[in-house]
């Protein structure tokens, strides 16, 4: 209990006593991933016996990072390229620390203030950006 993460919390049910495990602080997967534990119990009689156990605590992954990209990435294209030229591949992680939780997929948001979402589209698992049309600059409104 290396840095105060667990403590006992003694209760009595039906003339038993019992310890349950607790934690003090949220525990975090992409940090520790596995506590190891022993308990101890004693008794206060004359000759005091004690006997230990051993816990081991495997936490589950959540999905609780928030995917960010790792560059700003900026594309050029040539006019007159066919549709489906590649312009530009974006890059993002996410430091969850298992699959599917660290699975990123990319997609151009649709939005009216998103000029370019009808211009081109992305490989929804590569992040590659490609052309939906021919750009020609001369009929550029």
Same mark, same amino acid.
């Given at each position: 209990?290396? =840095?105060?993460?667990? =403590? $006992? /919390? #003694?209760? #009595?049910?039906?003339?038993?006593? =019992?310890?349950?495990?607790?934690?003090? #602080?949220? $525990?975090? @997967? +992409?940090?520790?991933?596995? !506590?190891? $534990?022993?308990?101890?119990? +004693?008794?206060?009689?004359? /000759? /005091?016996?004690?006997?230990?156990?051993? *816990?081991?605590? %495997? $936490?589950?992954?959540?999905?609780?990072? *928030?995917?960010? @990209?790792?560059?700003?990435? /900026?594309?050029?294209? &040539?006019?007159?390229?066919?549709?489906?030229?590649?312009?530009?591949?974006?890059?993002?992680?996410?430091?969850?620390?298992? @699959?599917?939780?660290?699975? %990123?997929?990319? !997609?151009? %948001?649709?939005?009216?203030?998103?000029?370019?979402?009808?211009?081109?589209?992305?490989?929804? #698992?590569?992040?590659?950006?490609?052309?939906? &049309?021919?750009?020609?600059?001369?009929?550029?409104?």
């Amino acid at each position: 209990n290396k =840095y105060d993460t667990f =403590y $006992l /919390q #003694q209760r #009595q049910d039906n003339g038993w006593t =019992y310890a349950d495990v607790k934690v003090n #602080q949220p $525990l975090d @997967f +992409e940090r520790i991933k596995e !506590y190891n $534990l022993t308990i101890r119990v +004693e008794n206060n009689g004359a /000759q /005091q016996l004690a006997s230990e156990a051993t *816990i081991f605590i %495997v $936490l589950e992954d959540v999905n609780d990072e *928030i995917p960010l @990209f790792t560059e700003r990435e /900026q594309g050029t294209v &040539m006019e007159g390229e066919p549709v489906g030229t590649p312009v530009t591949r974006i890059n993002a992680i996410d430091k969850d620390g298992t @699959f599917p939780n660290n699975q %990123v997929y990319y !997609y151009i %948001v649709d939005s009216i203030r998103n000029e370019g979402k009808d211009s081109f589209e992305i490989n929804s #698992q590569s992040g590659e950006v490609f052309t939906k &049309m021919i750009f020609d600059r001369e009929t550029k409104g």
